[in-house]
T-cell receptor, first 114, second 110 residues
Framework: DGGITQSPKYLFRKEGQNVTLSCEQN?????MYWYRQDPGQGLRLIYY???????QKGDIAEGYSVSREKKESFPLTVTSAQKNPTAFYLC?????????????FGAGSRLTVL | AQRVTQPEKLLSVFKGAPVELKCNYS??????LFWYVQYSRQRLQLLLR??SRESIKGFTADLNKGETSFHLKKPFAQEEDSAMYYC????????????FGSGTRLQVQP
């Protein structure tokens, strides 16, 4: 069953703590993305990666970090420097070429800072 | 920088009525436009893309480069069309990641 798996589904964090959200795909997609979804603001791009060991900042990268050591995995760390981390986070992946902008999304992770 | 604008946060129509969800974009190059949809308790998924020029679930969208628009239309709304709809822009060259609009919630009432 191919797809994208995000974990955990729900996560609670105390202020000052870093947390890492997992994103794994078995679609053999080269590109992976992290978006943040807030009510009334749509999806905003945090980071994206077109290939293993390479990634680029999106529009709201401050306070976040990523790694792409394996093709299948693209974890997102929400650091204590992120001023408003409570949000719904979506991971996505896509193939290269003509399918580059056809994204397959995960189910999302909801982070709440207490 | 590229931008996608969806002016309506909520669009409420009755079953059988026509639907038009508006999307305008700003981009200096040649864009690729998409509509993504999120039904209740389901994942965000692709609805249609402008280069396919096809109708999906009765929905169509035409890219109007003069008006920089990509409005989504359906002649007769169904209750199962109720969902959150996002317009998105992709670059043919340059940044290889989609820019999304803020979304429009479509409510189709019986």
């Amino acid at each position: 069953d191919g797809g994208i798996t995000q974990s955990p589904k729900y996560l609670f964090r105390k202020e000052g703590q870093n947390v890492t959200l997992s994103c794994e795909q078995n679609l053999n997609h080269d590109a992976m993305y992290w978006y943040r979804q807030d009510p009334g603001q749509g999806l905003r791009l945090i980071y994206y990666s077109q290939i293993v060991n390479d990634f680029q900042k999106g529009d709201i990268a401050e306070g976040y970090s990523v790694s792409r050591e394996k093709k299948e995995s693209f974890p997102l760390t929400v650091t204590s420097a992120q001023k408003n981390p409570t949000a719904f986070y979506l991971c996505a992946s896509s193939a290269q070429g003509s399918g580059a902008n056809v994204l397959t999304f995960g189910a999302g992770s909801r982070l709440t800072v207490l | 920088a590229q931008r996608v604008t969806q002016p309506e946060k909520l669009l409420s129509v009755f079953k059988g009525a026509p639907v038009e969800l508006k999307c305008n974009y700003s981009y200096s190059g040649s864009p690729e436009l998409f509509w993504y949809v999120q039904y209740s308790r389901q994942r965000l998924q692709l609805l249609l893309r402008h280069i396919s020029r096809e109708s999906i679930k009765g929905f169509t969208a035409d890219l109007n480069k003069g008006e920089t628009s990509f409005h989504l239309k359906k002649p007769f709304a169904q209750e199962e069309d109720s969902a959150m709809y996002y317009c998105a822009l992709g670059e043919i060259t340059g940044r290889r990641a989609l820019t999304f609009g803020s979304g429009t919630r479509l409510q189709v009432q019986p």
